[in-house]
């Protein structure tokens, strides 16, 4: 519903009180924030996804031997917390229950104690079996089913190891993937090479609907019908691979390469990637290799997942990766917009421990940009191997906004930072977040791509930080930039929006381009900036916010529609400011509605899931993203609102919400 006026909405505009409720606001926001850093200089918000993070914890210790009674009992009453009342869990707060993460989740609480005949089991059960039961659970649910024998392996899809071999010119080598998905994989062709069973003490039958789903047809019409019959020839080599010869010759020498490439990519906090998919499965490939719990490899390994536990109340669950690098950029732009000195200590401090992250060795990227120097930033504390771009975009916009004094050692790790994210674009003009043209989309066809995205092909959003950023940086490449305007001019959609990929989804996608496209130059008046601000206007909500529900991925008539968040509200807000509009009804409407719903303490109430990790499969509840944003965004009202010489009719509410106990 798009405002034009008051709504009526009863309570949200109270009597006129000016700029000096905003500032007023925006000040306890600020102090909400600052309290928030670490004495290192870093800021981290809890990073929190699904049950799935924590059931399948409890089964890789369970399946190595190393499960520990409390910290079993800890995850089984986080795992409790999050069931809903027709038995289910969801993959996002919200949404509807899902099949395998259900499955995943019976399957920890068994190992928890938990009875078949418990009402809350029962209930877990008869929406399994409802919903084709754990039959047709994804792929890598069935690959947790067959470690302990309730599922055959022969009936998995073959992802034998001696993929590892397949040179860079060859379709389906392991680098046309993301690289999460790589790095999953890879741990993954040791896993199905030695189809270990280790038995549980109890079954799961009460899990079956009898049904068998049907097997993808073999056809050469077409890819998946192409691919079902690879799998079938994969399958047959597995079986050759049983014989002697075979296994001493060719797998056992695809086994070791794959374990050194495992081992060469351990993070020095002893992750895989920062995430919890590769780092679960590098495990268990390690331990099938032989390396006992006490390895100093997957001793480090552990030590990395403790420092990833998030303990609260008795509780204790598992994030599926932090973002240190990411919430300290955005908390720099965001104080410093918001009217922090830039050469006050909270962000001197913060923009030195930046400084220091910055990753100057080779990873995965260079496979394709073999000739470009390192220079820029991960998402974490230790993630060297994947330095991403759109980390190092936000990383440079936040050092540009900090006064060193001598700022030398600074400039030129910007300037770094500027080669690298220039050398990163894709041949099209625009940017991925951790790889160029990683566009293979056929991989979506293989049997066993059924988790989520596998490729990493430039997005809207990552290509407009990186415009944000060069556009204001004299030693760019002029020609980079124009080149990527035009994709983002190719990519807005005909009702004038972007699609988000790493944040939910044109809220996102409209908050990142516009505020780029104005910094570099596009006027205001230009088509694309006014279709964009019209689509903000047409999904304001009535309470004068802005939210999109999650499943806008998979149904489009939900896109920019949902309940109101105090982030969406904000990226709707970034865009609406940078475009001009200031002063305009729908923005007074926005900042009332951020003014209301703040908590007493600062900050600001949203247990929506407003980041995406892949569209339509994985989410991720930002627990900074609720309080960064708006400081960014009231920031830059006010100082929008005082350069056109103030607002006298802005209205806002007297009243603001109750904080509550729980961590921002």
């Not at 996102?508 to 505020?515: F, L």
């Not at 569209?615 to 627990?623: K, L």
């Not at 900074?624 to 960014?632: C, G, K, S």
């Amino acid at each position: 519903m798009a405002i034009a006026e008051d709504t009526g909405q009863d309570s949200l505009l109270q009597p006129t009180e000016g700029l000096a409720a905003v500032a007023e606001s925006l000040e306890r926001a600020k102090q909400c924030l600052m309290a928030l850093q670490s004495p290192d200089g870093w800021w981290k918000g809890d990073l929190e996804t699904n049950v799935t993070m924590d059931a399948e914890d409890l089964m890789l210790r369970e399946f190595i031997g190393v499960r520990d009674e409390g910290d079993t009992k800890a995850a089984a009453a986080w795992i409790r917390s999050k069931q809903r009342d027709d038995g289910t869990w969801a993959n996002f707060f919200g949404g509807p229950g899902d099949l395998s993460t259900t499955v995943e989740a019976y399957i920890a609480l068994r190992l928890a104690g938990d009875e078949p005949n418990d009402a809350h089991m029962k209930k877990a059960a008869a929406f399994v079996r409802a919903s084709g039961g754990m039959e047709r659970s994804r792929v890598f649910t069935r690959i947790w089913l067959a470690l302990f024998g309730l599922w055959p392996w022969d009936e998995l899809p073959a992802l034998p190891p001696e993929l590892i071999f397949l040179p860079k010119s060859v379709p389906l080598n392991i680098y046309e993937y993301g690289c999460w998905a790589r790095q999953t994989f890879v741990a993954l062709t040791v896993v199905l090479a030695y189809r270990p069973v280790r038995p549980l003490p109890f079954g799961i039958e009460e899990l079956r609907s009898g049904d068998t789903p049907d097997k993808p047809k073999v056809s050469l019409r077409d890819w998946k019908g192409r691919f079902a019959l690879l799998d079938r020839i994969l399958h047959g080599y597995e079986n050759l691979t049983r014989h002697k010869i075979v296994r001493r010759s060719i797998r056992e020498a695809a086994l070791c390469a794959a374990e050194q490439w495992i081992i060469r990519r351990q993070e020095a906090d002893g992750s895989w990637g920062g995430i919890q998919p590769p780092w679960v499965y590098s495990i268990l490939a390690l331990h099938l290799r032989g390396y006992p719990h006490g390895h100093p490899v997957l001793a480090r390994s552990f030590d990395g997942i403790e420092k990833f536990l998030v303990r609260k109340d008795g509780m204790r669950w598992l994030e599926a990766c932090q973002s240190p690098v990411w919430d300290t950029a955005l908390a720099v732009v965001a104080l410093v917009d918001a009217g922090v000195a830039r050469d006050a200590e909270v962000v001197v401090r913060a923009a030195q421990w930046l400084l220091g992250e910055e990753i100057r060795v080779r990873g995965d990227w260079a496979k394709r940009r073999a000739d470009l120097e390192p220079g820029g930033w991960a998402f974490e504390f230790a993630n060297d191997n994947y330095p991403d771009v759109d980390d190092t975009a936000e990383v440079v916009l936040a050092l540009r906004r900090v006064s060193f004094g001598d700022g030398s050692f600074a400039n030129d790790a910007i300037e770094r930072a500027i080669k690298w994210t220039e050398g990163m674009a894709s041949s099209g003009g625009a940017w991925g977040a951790f790889d160029a043209d990683n566009v293979r989309g056929l991989l979506y066809e293989l049997p066993y791509s059924d988790f989520g995205a596998v490729i990493d092909p430039p997005s809207s959003d990552v290509t407009a930080h990186v415009i944000e950023m060069l556009a204001t940086e004299e030693s760019a490449d002029a020609e980079r930039i124009e080149r990527g305007i035009a994709w983002l001019r190719s990519e807005q959609e005909q009702d004038g929006a972007w699609y988000g990929r790493w944040g939910v989804n044109y809220l996102y996608g409209v908050g990142s381009v516009v505020p780029a496209l104005i910094a570099a130059n596009v006027q205001s008046d230009d088509p694309a900036i006014t279709q964009a601000v019209e689509f903000l206007e047409r999904h304001q909500n009535a309470d004068g916010g802005w939210g999109e529900d999650i499943r806008s991925y998979d149904d489009p008539s939900l896109r920019a529609k949902g309940a109101s968040t105090a982030s969406q509200t904000s990226w709707a807000l970034l865009a609406l400011v940078a475009a001009g509009r200031a002063k305009s009804v729908a923005v007074r409407h926005g900042v009332a509605w951020l003014v209301k719903t703040q908590r007493d303490d600062g900050n600001w109430d949203e247990p929506y899931y407003t980041g995406t990790g892949f569209p339509g499969d994985f989410y991720i509840n930002y627990h900074l993203y609720r309080l960064v944003f708006p400081v960014m965004a009231l920031g830059r009202f006010l100082a929008a609102s005082r350069e056109d010489g103030g607002i006298d009719d802005v209205e806002m509410p007297k009243t603001r919400r109750k904080s509550k106990a729980s961590a921002p």
